[in-house]
């Protein structure tokens, strides 16, 4: 069964993640379980608070979706375990019609794999005629092999190279030939032969065979059981039971012990070598405790992957999780400005200018007739005052209002009291470095060519971080040089006055048609601006199409 992530952008803020896990409760309320909720970076301050207030499990983390061998590969595959007789494990791959079959310890450790080269050489081995046969195993596998009626057994997990002697010649002959094997490791194959029946016991041979279904006398029983000596009655003739006694080998003894396993995080560019030299084109794959998890072939590569993806709270690649263009997106759920964004086919696309995609996720429940949990409908009230700043903001509409009253009176929480706590969790800066505040709510746009990233914090005082200045300056520098950027900024907006001040460090051709008025070095005033999406990002587009016709 695919798994269809519903997954923010990167750097996530509090309304991409809280929508993230609302819609995909959403899809499984409606009966759509392979909806999962992910995030695409480490969560903020804010965004904690709220998950921890509300006792709702952040969404798993997912750093990238890069293809992977997990996304790839076909599921569960037949096992057999260490002890299996090659046999019965020959009789599993031409029933389940496969050309390899891992074998693995109790607790499902993978140890090797058997296929059929590996197969053809050990038994040529086994069966050269110029050496004497000599075929690990144990009566307990002998016997299973054969499907034999045990008579007497004496030791008989333990495993043993055996040497397998017929008795075919006349009891004189026989006894010389028995003469020359060591009896501990002999296994002496007769039919209904009483005379070698006797004398093999009483040379304490380690089993005794009958063949062709014939019984033994009782008296002999008791000696065999006397003497430690194991029989087995077999079904089949002598030359069966012989043929069959060298497929009765544990795997292990048999299987390739050279075919590493690939891991299930393992890069698709990293494992396609691999799978061209591998015996079927073949290869199991492990979790990092070396268990085994199923097997990845070449054909797995061709089919589609087993991950599909919803898109919430942005619609731009550069803004994405890396990689999820080489899948399925099933919808995109946004409030934001379209960006250069196509499929290969049509889509569910949501996208209506509100002050945030929460606001879009509430009323979703409400057209499909879903009524909201109430720790959902808390995380979305709060992510509906984060991203307006409490209904303030200049992206707040009627609907942000009506939705957000809809959720206060479902959850009986104050608008305002709860929107002071959310944003007073997002204002604390203590013990965070320059980076992380920078990466935190980061967003990349492109425009007329040029690239450049807008980061955005919201504070109750703007004296702290205008105190710690060049720090930030100076990772904002570090990180424009390493993207090759126009510019990277960070709005800082103040939260008590509903105005922002920006940081920048920018190409010194953009900071001549810069109209923004000066605060201070690389510090612009924002007066009266408090949303990236709405207010500030136009106007940088207009400073960039400035330069651009220049």
């Known amino acids: 069964m695919k798994t269809v992530y519903v997954i923010g952008h990167r750097n996530p803020d509090s309304d991409s993640v809280i929508s993230a896990t609302a819609y995909a409760r959403l899809k499984q309320n409606l009966g759509q379980n392979e909806y999962i909720a992910a995030r695409a970076g480490k969560i903020s301050p804010q965004t904690e608070y709220i998950f921890s207030r509300f006792s709702?499990?952040?969404?798993?983390?997912?750093?990238?979706l890069i293809p992977k061998v997990k996304y790839y590969m076909s599921g569960e595959c037949e096992t057999v375990s260490t002890g299996t007789s090659l046999w019965n494990a020959m009789e599993k791959m031409e029933k389940n019609d496969t050309k390899v079959l891992p074998v693995v310890t109790k607790d499902g450790t993978y140890t090797a794999l058997l296929h059929y080269n590996a197969f053809a050489r050990n038994v040529v081995k086994i069966l050269n005629p110029e050496k004497a046969a000599a075929v690990s195993t144990s009566i307990s596998l002998v016997s299973e092999t054969l499907s034999a009626q045990p008579i007497t057994v004496s030791n008989e997990d333990n495993i043993f190279k055996c040497t397998i002697l017929v008795a075919a010649s006349c009891f004189d002959t026989f006894k010389e030939m028995l003469s020359l094997h060591p009896v501990e490791n002999l296994i002496v194959?007769?039919?209904?032969?009483?005379?070698?029946?006797?004398?093999?016991?009483?040379?304490?041979?380690?089993?005794?065979?009958?063949?062709?279904?014939?019984?033994?006398?009782?008296?002999?029983?008791?000696?065999?059981?006397?003497?430690?000596?194991?029989?087995?009655?077999?079904?089949?003739?002598?030359?069966?039971?012989?043929?069959?006694?060298?497929?009765?080998?544990?795997?292990?003894?048999?299987?390739?012990?050279?075919?590493?396993?690939?891991?299930a995080n393992d890069t698709l560019r990293k494992v396609r070598p691999l799978l061209q030299k591998s015996p079927g084109r073949c290869l199991p794959v492990v979790d990092d405790n070396n268990r085994l998890l199923g097997i990845i072939s070449e054909s797995d590569l061709l089919r589609e992957a087993n991950i599909e993806a919803v898109l919430v709270d942005h619609n731009e690649l550069s803004q994405a999780v890396e990689g999820v263009d080489n899948y399925t997106i099933r919808e995109v759920i946004d409030h934001h400005r379209l960006g250069n964004f196509c499929t290969r086919q049509p889509i569910t696309f949501i996208n209506k200018p509100v002050g945030a995609t929460a606001t879009i996720v509430t009323n979703l429940y409400r057209q499909n007739h879903v009524s909201i949990p109430k720790e959902i409908a808390s995380l979305l009230l709060a992510g509906i005052l984060s991203d307006t700043l409490i209904l303030q903001s200049a992206t707040t509409t009627e609907e942000d209002k009506e939705t957000a009253e809809y959720l206060s009176n479902i959850t009986n929480l104050d608008i305002k009291t709860l929107g002071q706590d959310v944003l007073t969790a997002a204002s604390r800066l203590g013990g965070r470095n320059a980076a992380e505040i920078i990466h935190q709510d980061m967003k990349e746009y492109t425009e007329e060519g040029f690239n450049f990233t807008v980061s955005q914090i919201e504070v109750d005082t703007t004296d702290e971080l205008l105190n710690r200045k060049d720090e930030f300056i100076l990772e904002l520098e570090s990180e424009r040089r390493s993207r090759k950027s126009l510019f990277c900024a960070l709005m800082v907006t103040d939260i008590t006055k509903l105005t922002s001040i920006m940081l920048i460090s920018a190409d010194l051709q953009f900071l001549q048609v810069f109209g923004f008025p000066k605060l201070d070095e690389n510090v612009y005033i924002l007066k009266d601006i408090v949303s990236r999406k709405k207010q500030l990002i136009p106007l940088l587009s207009e400073q960039i199409e400035k330069l651009a016709t220049e």
């Not at 009782?218 to 497929?247: Q, W």
Request: proline share 8%; with cysteine.
């Open 189 to 263: 194959l007769t039919g209904d032969r009483t005379d070698v029946q006797e004398y093999c016991i009483n040379q304490k041979v380690r089993a005794v065979i009958i063949t062709s279904g014939h019984t033994m006398d009782k008296k002999l029983r008791d000696l065999a059981e006397k003497n430690g000596v194991s029989v087995l009655i077999s079904p089949y003739d002598t030359s069966a039971t012989a043929m069959l006694i060298v497929y009765s080998s544990p795997v292990s003894s048999v299987a390739d012990i050279t075919i590493p396993p690939v891991n």
């Open 56 to 64: 709702v499990p952040v969404p798993e983390y997912i750093p990238d």
